[in-house]
């Protein structure tokens, strides 16, 4: 990046310097994963100066004063003094401001690097990964957070308890399930919230991954003192807790927890898993941390991302059809803020738990043995009966005042972990969040989920110099009965073509922070039409 003497500022001390704007514009630029050169150009030394520059074959023994003033100005003694113009960009480089949780250079390696998402439903996660997300102290402080004020206020509410025997119907001993345990960061965060509240639990840890349930016996050995009862299981198999004193009959969950969520919110088919098990919630004062999350779209231009994708069809050809997790930084939101038309729309929201599936009717009537099977594949079968309640649709119009090329749609999500239930409470729910406009209100230095990009094939004409420009997307998140992969596909295009493109079911190992391998269970359909207009 070369810098011209003609954009610096002569300050109030008469010495050069640069405007606010050109400093952060460096600033920005020294976080880049690649760092550029900044070259000065006609800031000096002139041609008389170089010219009356010693010979270096005479300053070969220079004096003890000349290596002095060398040493101090990190030059050596047959080279000129440091001008003012390169002694002020030293002071720009001492002057940064230190980088922060998303800026350190281990996340900075991420920039713009396309990953497949993760299936933690079909493959089990390695200890590595697991280590990564537990490094992420701003997530876990949050559900932390969610589940004291949990406890506080159903104390505060008296509300019974699961754990209640008939004898003494308001206890206060809850029932507390970890559903999706992995290493056990959300059960200790679960105990310390306990304690915190003074609130005694009975608490039960949901994990299939055969590793990490291994780690969670001995954590539950060593570090919780045994108050953990760690059950290997997928959670929509699990038969339900038996709680102490009851061991022989199965009872209800008064606080479930789970981490579920995708960087689309929903894109881990956490709706599906929960479903599962939440049949085992009381009724109906039962708590669901999250509460609720939402999906959130915007069009963005990046031609760098749309190159690095175009060079994997080759070999990958279904690279356009992949949705990908990625850091965003060399992009263009082509939308702008516009009064009812918001830069990030939101595309749907669910909420948990579900008022009444149709499994948990057909079990009042059958009984809890007789199981509601569907010819749904992956989650849906066999766990909660039908899907139908998990479809979605959204139809978005976007304000795009500026000629670009929409390369595809940036996605991320919001999550309410958990909303007061005081009727006359000002209290703020407890969130988290990945939009660029609220990650700092919500939860600031939050890394542990990226954006995710849905690439479109042929990106979106340029708009005509005469239209003041918009763009229209159709989603919708349907089920399939089919137990093979469901595709999901976007079509975009302007006035003349209608280009199918966007993303499939299928998942394609790629490098990345840890990839995973495709599965055929379970799959999201989204259909998604974008258009510019005529």
């Not at 979106?460 to 093979?484: D, E, F, I, Y």
Request: charged share 20%; aromatic share 8%; with cysteine.
């Amino acid at each position: 990046m070369t810098i011209g003497q003609e954009i610096f500022q002569v300050n109030k001390a008469g010495h050069p310097s640069l405007s606010r704007h050109h400093q952060d514009l460096i600033n920005r630029y020294m976080r880049l994963r690649s760092i550029p050169w900044l070259v000065l150009c006609d800031v000096g030394p002139s041609l008389e100066e170089l010219l009356a520059l010693p010979n270096p074959a005479d300053t070969e023994f220079p004096s003890l004063a000349e290596v002095s003033s060398a040493l101090k100005e990190k030059r050596r003694p047959y080279m000129p003094a440091m001008n003012e113009h390169v002694a002020y960009m030293r002071y720009l480089e001492r002057q940064q401001p230190p980088f922060s949780a998303m800026e350190t250079p281990a996340l900075t390696s991420f920039q713009d690097w396309l990953q497949p998402p993760l299936q933690p439903l079909a493959d089990n996660l390695e200890s590595a990964t697991y280590e990564v997300f537990e490094g992420d102290s701003v997530k876990y402080d949050q559900y932390e957070k969610a589940i004291t004020q949990a406890m506080v206020e159903w104390k505060e509410l008296e509300k019974p308890t699961a754990g209640a025997p008939a004898s003494h119907p308001y206890c206060r001993e809850l029932v507390v399930t970890v559903a999706g345990a992995g290493r056990g960061p959300l059960v200790t965060r679960a105990l310390r919230a306990a304690k915190t509240a003074n609130t005694p639990i009975q608490i039960w840890a949901l994990e299939k991954n055969q590793d990490a349930y291994v780690y969670l016996l001995r954590k539950n050995k060593l570090e919780w003192g045994n108050k953990v009862t760690v059950v290997k299981t997928d959670m929509r198999g699990w038969e339900g807790p038996r709680l102490q004193g009851y061991e022989d009959k199965i009872g209800k969950v008064d606080i479930l927890i789970t981490e579920l969520l995708g960087s689309f919110g929903d894109n881990e088919l956490s709706p599906e898993c929960l479903d599962g098990i939440q049949h085992h919630l009381i009724r109906p004062h039962g708590i669901s941390i999250p509460h609720s999350y939402t999906a959130h779209l915007s069009p963005i231009s990046t031609p760098r991302l749309y190159a690095d994708i175009s060079s994997r069809v080759v070999a990958d050809p279904n690279a356009f059809e992949t949705p990908w997790v990625v850091r965003l930084f060399a992009i263009d939101y082509v939308a702008q803020k516009a009064p009812g038309h918001p830069r990030f729309q939101q595309a749907w929201e669910f909420a948990h738990p579900v008022i009444t599936l149709r499994a948990d009717e057909f079990a009042l009537k059958h009984g809890k043995k007789a199981r509601y099977v569907t010819g749904g594949g992956g989650s849906m079968a066999g766990a909660s009966g039908s899907n139908e309640h998990n479809a979605r649709h959204c139809h978005l119009t976007f304000v795009c005042p500026t000629r670009g090329v929409i390369h595809g749609l940036a996605g991320f999500f919001e999550s309410v972990l958990y909303a007061t239930q005081h009727k006359k409470s000002d209290k703020e729910p407890v969130e988290i969040s990945i939009l660029p406009d609220q990650i700092d209100r919500k939860s600031k230095d939050m890394v542990s989920w990226f954006p995710i990009f849905f690439p479109l094939k042929v990106g979106c004409a340029p708009l005509p110099p005469h239209c003041q420009g918009g763009c229209v997307l159709t989603l919708a998140r349907n089920r399939s009965t089919s137990p093979k992969t469901q595709n999901s596909r976007s079509a975009c295009g302007g006035r003349r073509t209608t280009p199918r493109c966007g993303t499939s079911g299928w998942w394609r190992s790629m490098p990345g922070l840890d990839p995973r391998r495709g599965s055929r269970l379970g799959r999201q359909i989204c259909t998604a039409a974008a258009r510019s207009p005529v």
